[in-house]
């Protein structure tokens, strides 16, 4: 089974074969609800996980650790984990060019750093670099690990495989 977690009202992955969650229910497209801290499948059940603008919604401090620890025991044996979240060097980076006329981008700076604010609980608790991404999913146990620029605003980790 493929799974993307946080799929919210525009689930990304709709051709791709993947069952659509969210904490929020009932939402279009969604097949399944419940909280990423606490993933509802057996260990080694999934062939793979994408969450796409979702890791960033948990403490970095209490529960991206231990959640990230929980999608490995949930994966198959090389089986791959896709994490698309901010980029805080990317916010750094137009902090420090925009500073001179800082509104300019003061809506997309503070849409990466503490999110869109739509509805409550929609907001950032954490904040990543590729770096800090790629250390914190090998410190899970992922191993094999890619990571790519996604667009301008977001970093992507591809991890693939372990055990």
Known sequence: MKLEIGSGEYPRLIEEGYIHSDIR???????????LRYLPFVSNSLDS?????CLEHLSWRLEVPPTLKELYRVLK???DLFIIAPNLLYVAKLIIE??????EKYHDIMQDIYCIQDFSDNFHKSGFTPNMLYNLMKNAGFRDIVITEHT???CAVHIRGWK
Not at 27 to 34: A, N, R, S, T, V
Not at 49 to 53: E, L, Q, R, V
Not at 98 to 103: H, V
């Open 25 to 35: 229910y009932p939402l279009p497209h969604q097949e399944l609800c419940f909280d």
């Open 49 to 53: 996980i994408a969450i796409i603008h």
């Open 77 to 79: 044996p090389n089986g």
């Open 98 to 103: 925009y500073e001179d006329n800082i509104m």
């Open 152 to 154: 301008k605003i977001a």
